[in-house]
T-cell receptor, first 114, second 114 residues
Framework: AQSVTQLDSHVSVSEGTPVLLRCNYS??????LFWYVQHPNKGLQLLLK??????LVKGINGFEAEFKKSETSFHLTKPSAHMSDAAEYFC????????????FGQGTELSVKP | NAGVTQTPKFQVLKTGQSMTLQCAQD?????MYWYRQDPGMGLRLIYY???????DKGEVPNGYNVSRLNKREFSLRLESAAPSQTSVYFC?????????????FGPGTRLLVL
């Protein structure tokens, strides 16, 4: 069965320092992987996605993620946090040939301190 | 181009009441989905419709019914609301139902069942 585990429920960083949000997945075949962001009381916005092309994926707002098949990981990083990055982040897997269904991780809340 | 729209934005129900959540997309997408979001659990798939005229159960379908009224609209019905259905509900759509595609989410409906 496919699943997604976000290793931290909450991450706190200072403004200007790097961000690392960790995600491990389990999937029988090569999945598509996504990171979505949700600001308070808002809908979900796509940050980036991996679809079996380049393993290093660049997204919006300076975020990027690296697909590592050997480690079954898809960690999200940003070199320098901004106050506006404070939000909840979801790692998501779309299993192969499953009609586009998404399986969400539990979410990581990112806090950014001044 | 409004994307995915949901109505209502917020609703309070008493236990046992019924209601229908409406979702519409104007992107000519084939596949549509209903998710619920609960604290600490990410989003979970309730029902989905791979194409007009078809619907299938997701991870948590109990207590819900759906109707794919036409290509644009996909409604979610609670026949007899229960407090456990207090949640935020998101509708999403995807162009062809392939896993590598981006899902577009609506703004959500907050439902409180007393």
């Amino acid at each position: 069965a496919q699943s997604v585990t976000q290793l931290d429920s909450h991450v706190s960083v200072s403004e200007g320092t790097p961000v690392l949000l960790r995600c491990n997945y389990s999937s029988s075949y090569s999945p598509s992987l996504f990171w979505y962001v949700q600001h308070p009381n808002k809908g979900l916005q796509l940050l980036l996605k991996y679809t079996s092309a380049a393993t290093l994926v660049k997204g919006i707002n300076g975020f990027e993620a690296e697909f590592k098949k050997s480690e079954t990981s898809f960690h999200l990083t940003k070199p320098s946090a901004h106050m506006s990055d404070a939000a909840e982040y979801f790692c998501v897997v779309s299993p192969y040939n499953q009609g586009g269904k998404l399986i969400f991780g539990q979410g990581t809340e990112l806090s950014v301190k001044p | 181009n409004a994307g995915v729209t949901q109505t209502p934005k917020f609703q309070v129900l008493k236990t046992g009441q019924s209601m229908t959540l409406q979702c519409a997309q104007d992107m000519n997408h084939n596949s549509m989905y209903w998710y619920r979001q609960d604290p600490g659990m990410g989003l979970r798939l309730i029902y989905y419709s791979a194409s007009e005229g078809t619907t299938d159960k997701g991870e948590v379908p109990n207590g819900y019914n759906v109707s794919r009224l036409n290509k644009r609209e996909f409604s979610l019905r609670l026949e007899s609301a229960a407090p456990s259905q207090t949640s935020v509900y998101f509708c999403a759509s995807i162009a062809r139902g392939q896993g590598y595609e981006t899902q577009y989410f609506g703004p959500g409906t907050r439902l409180l069942v007393l």
